[in-house]
T-cell receptor, first 111, second 113 residues
Framework: GAGVSQTPSNKVTEKGKYVELRCDPI?????LYWYRQSLGQGPEFLIY????????DSGLPNDRFFAVRPEGSVSTLKIQRTERGDSAVYLC?????????FGEGSRLTVL | QQQVKQSPQSLIVQKGGISIINCAYE??????FPWYQQFPGKGPALLIA?????SEKKEGRFTISFNKSAKQFSLHIMDSQPGDSATYFC????????????FGTGTRLQVTL
């Protein structure tokens, strides 16, 4: 497809486990963003990549969260020692001209 | 600190009516104000956006009204249709960070027949 692809669509894990969420942006988009959307809330910015480097990671809540984009395309959001409060939909978006195109998100549930 | 406040939280409008959603922002450095539409299980999609050099922008049935002095902007959906039923988010961002958006809390719109 031509849109932003996110996997898995749903992830259930236990408290303390490690999870990885993957984002495949629209081909050719150099900018990639991760947002987190809690139930009943608007998306909150986590991190922004321009190419391979993290241009702004000011939204990452703590050092348990980390994201990479090694080849400037696919990105992985990594969460260590998950907590119940990490439960949310993690949205990825890509952009080339400033307009964000969002994926459908990865719903993370931490039991 | 909630930098973008959105109201109402939910809205029910009859088919053919006008839906109005309001947002207020605090930071005068914001210079890009988009509205996003989100259907259940989907990601947000850009609907319409405005910059503070104009007071109104219209695209089809959707209009943004912008009041710089009051630090408020609103979305008007004319001739609302059942297919417009979704959650709407206002957002704002700073110069040079057009895509690092601060979102409002959302308005769930239901358009009834």
């Amino acid at each position: 497809g031509a849109g932003v692809s996110q996997t898995p669509s749903n992830k259930v894990t236990e408290k303390g486990k490690y999870v990885e969420l993957r984002c495949d942006p629209i081909s050719g988009h150099t900018a990639l963003y991760w947002y987190r959307q809690s139930l009943g809330q608007g998306p909150e910015f986590l991190i922004y990549f321009q190419g391979t480097g993290a241009a702004d990671d000011s939204g990452l809540p703590n050092d348990r969260f980390f994201a990479v984009r090694p080849e400037g395309s696919v990105s992985t959001l990594k969460i260590q020692r998950t907590e119940r409060g990490d439960s949310a939909v993690y949205l990825c978006a890509s952009s080339q001209t400033g307009e964000l195109f969002f994926g459908e998100g990865s719903r993370l549930t931490v039991l | 600190q909630q930098q973008v406040k959105q109201s109402p939280q939910s809205l029910i409008v009859q088919k053919g009516g006008i839906s109005i959603i309001n947002c207020a922002y605090e930071n005068t450095a914001f210079d890009y104000f988009p509205w996003y539409q989100q259907f259940p299980g989907k990601g947000p999609a850009l609907l319409i956006a405005i910059r503070p050099d104009v007071s109104e922008k219209k695209e089809g049935r959707f209009t943004i009204s912008f009041n710089k002095s009051a630090k408020q902007f609103s979305l008007h959906i004319m001739d609302s249709q059942p297919g417009d039923s979704a959650t709407y988010f206002c957002a704002a961002s700073f110069a040079g960070t057009a895509s690092k958006l601060t979102f409002g809390t959302g308005t769930r719109l239901q358009v009834t027949l």
